[in-house]
């Protein structure tokens, strides 16, 4: 199995990039908080890999740390809980969102996340609330990689969340609360706030 991999980052969206190494191209899919953490392309990249076969199915899922690698696998280990869906689960809520929510039985918040119901939000806080004691917080502050600013950021920011599964409506209105809160244009703090706006119109 595939459990690290180094190498020239040959594209990049925020659900997946492919990776150059030994002159092979591999497809990995990773969460928004990894993409965040990616340099340019055509840099060099190195990321913790979980390899998922199933049957004739094998597919390679990427972290940039350890910590998001573990509580990915914690995920999967939820019943009805597959790597989509935990990738999803870790884009849709920061991690200092989402263990607190987990420890503290916060169904509402992680029924936010496209893909998680209520029957699923009740498994996860049921089977995981008392098993992320090793999942550690990174420390506040770490530097992010810049990410290039595209020409259409705002259509890229949309299909981004669109893929990330929220509904067309609620992400444009997302992105134009954040528009107009004053956010300069940059890809990733567009898509930062856009995801903490979809998030917050649970508690409001």
Known sequence: MIAHLRGKLLSKRP?????????????????????????????????????????????LYGFRTERE??????????????????????????????IPALRNGEVATLVHVPGVGRKTAERLVLELKDKLADVVPEPVGRQQAPVAKPETVEDEVLSALINLGYARPAAENALGDVRAQGADGDFEELLRGSLRLLARKFFS
Not at 15 to 42: H, K, M, Q, W
Not at 69 to 94: C, D, H, M, R, Y
């Open 15 to 59: 659900n997946r990039v492919v990776i150059e190494a030994g002159g092979v191209g591999y497809e990995v899919f990773i969460p928004v908080s990894t993409f965040y953490d990616l340099g340019e392309v055509a840099t060099e990249v190195s990321l913790q890999i979980y390899s998922y076969v199933r049957q004739e199915s094998f597919s």
């Open 69 to 98: 690698k573990n509580l990915f696998e914690k995920l999967l280990s939820v019943s009805g809980v597959g790597p989509k869906l935990a990738v999803t689960i870790l884009s849709g809520l920061e991690v200092e969102v989402l």
